[in-house]
């Protein structure tokens, strides 16, 4: 992936969200006494497979190849900003567990399958699926050498923005996206379109009606956007967009004391 600059920005801004949140706490490195304990222990869903021996894992799921040789493979990007994620929670002592640590890919029936098996013996389960949007491209205004498509910005047809799911009926996710979840993202990132109407949407995704602990689902922009990969592959955003997850998910662990 090819990353942006805007990296002394990025640097000062991050580390003023870091101030106004209290991301990353001094008592780091103490007693585990001295540590507040997590009410919740998020599993965090990376979507797709990775790249394993020079080879994405997954069919689609991933951008054209940009005139400028940006191109983003939605599992690999996905399993970084996961892994960002995890480490950033560990260091907020909110308990985690990354349900597809391998780099292939797990399939929707196995991803569900073992969430439920940890939330048998463990009900403080919450779960997060991160990934990105695309559009059909048949009317696409750009094709790269490989024969995939895209929009080259909004203004030729091309999606852009964030969209977040929750399942089905009122449950804790409704909760935890609309209340806590959203709004961070809204605070860390009020440039970027969110799709929602102010609220988490409902969809009846496998990930979200097969599993019993409450589960979120976010879209976080489109592949088949340029100018939506651009801040995708921006490490501003990037930051932006996990410290959101984690502020929101320190307010909702604090929110059950
Ligand atoms: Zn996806």
Request: with cysteine; glycine share 8%; hydrophobic share 35%.
């Amino acid at each position: 992936m090819q990353i942006r600059t805007k990296t002394t920005i990025g640097v000062v801004a991050i580390g003023v969200i870091t101030a106004i949140v209290g991301i990353v706490n001094k008592n780091k490195f103490v007693h585990v006494n001295e540590m507040p304990k997590s009410n919740i222990h998020v599993v965090i869903l990376s979507g797709h497979g990775s790249i394993q021996d020079g080879k994405y894992q997954t069919q689609g799921k991933q951008s054209p190849t940009w005139e400028d040789g940006l191109k983003i493979y939605e599992g690999y990007s996905c399993k970084l900003l996961a892994l960002d994620l995890s480490k950033k929670l560990n260091e907020n002592h909110i308990d985690n567990t990354i349900i597809n640590n391998y780099n292939t890919d797990l399939s929707l029936i196995d991803r569900a399958n073992k969430i439920n098996e940890l939330f048998k013996v463990n009900k403080k389960i919450v779960g997060i699926s991160l990934h990105h949007n695309a559009q059909p491209t048949n009317n696409a205004d750009y094709t790269d050498f490989e024969g995939l498509k895209g929009f080259t910005s909004t203004s030729t047809g091309g999606a852009t923005g964030i969209e977040v799911f929750t399942s089905v009926g009122k449950t804790e996710s409704d909760n935890i996206a609309d209340n806590y979840i959203l709004p961070a993202m809204k605070r860390n990132m009020p440039n970027l379109h969110f799709r929602n109407n102010g609220k988490a949407k409902e969809q009846n995704f496998y990930i979200l009606s097969k599993t019993k602990s409450p589960h979120i689902l976010i879209e976080w922009l489109f592949m088949t956007t340029y100018t939506d990969c651009l801040i995708i592959a921006d490490d501003y955003y990037r930051g932006a967009y996990v410290n959101s997850i984690v502020e929101g998910y320190i307010l909702y662990n604090k929110s059950l004391n």
